[in-house]
């Protein structure tokens, strides 16, 4: 499973990147929140900080995700109309409000067989094993815990080659990386 291009649109200011290599470092002020809001968006509600902690967590995301080399354009809606309705729908008509039923069934089983565990999310640690889960992982707090003076790069290189897609939260003053396997998203 691949997150390949996210927008995201909510009381915050709006969001959008293409995540075009393993490590996505989204770093701002609610780089957490949209690690949540993208969990969310691949059926992972498992949030210790409650997403609603923003603009009531109104928010709107339109995402391509690629599960089992299949491409599915997605628009996940949060809080619609009222708190906890969610709206999530699949593969769009061109210019019309007319999306495919069965390609968004397929995208919801394929992200509820993929849930079995919490395992992609790590607090406070960038310990992680190889395994069999292909779901993004996402860091919080990991980073920002570090002494500047740390090199992280062989921690960067482990988590390139686990061959998973990796998104980082850090805090709106973390430091540019540079390395050929790491994107900075700023918010």
């Known amino acids: 499973m691949n997150i390949h291009h996210v927008e995201i649109t909510s009381a915050t200011p709006p969001l959008t990147f293409t995540a075009t290599v393993p490590l996505c470092i989204l770093r701002g002020r609610h780089s957490d929140l949209v690690l949540d809001w993208m969990r969310e968006l691949i059926g992972d509600f498992d949030t210790p900080s409650h997403p609603d902690r923003v603009d009531s967590g109104r928010f709107v995301i339109h995402a391509e995700v690629e599960i089992d080399h299949k491409h599915y354009k997605v628009c996940y809606i949060r809080n619609a109309e ?5 709206r999530l729908a699949v593969n769009f008509e061109t210019n019309s409000i007319h999306f495919s039923e069965d390609d968004t069934r397929e995208f919801m089983a394929k992200c509820s067989e993929r849930h079995r565990h919490n395992r992609n999310v790590l607090r406070n640690t960038v310990d992680i094993a190889p395994g069999d889960d292909d779901r993004p992982l996402f860091l919080y707090d990991s980073f920002d815990r570090l002494d500047e003076a740390i ?30 396997k790491v994107q900075m998203v700023q918010l």
């Open 82 to 86: 009222d708190t906890g309705e969610h």
């Open 151 to 180: 090199d992280i790069t062989p921690v960067l290189d482990k988590l390139a080659s686990l061959g998973r897609q990796v998104f980082i939260a850090v805090c709106q003053g973390y430091p540019t990386i540079t390395h050929d």
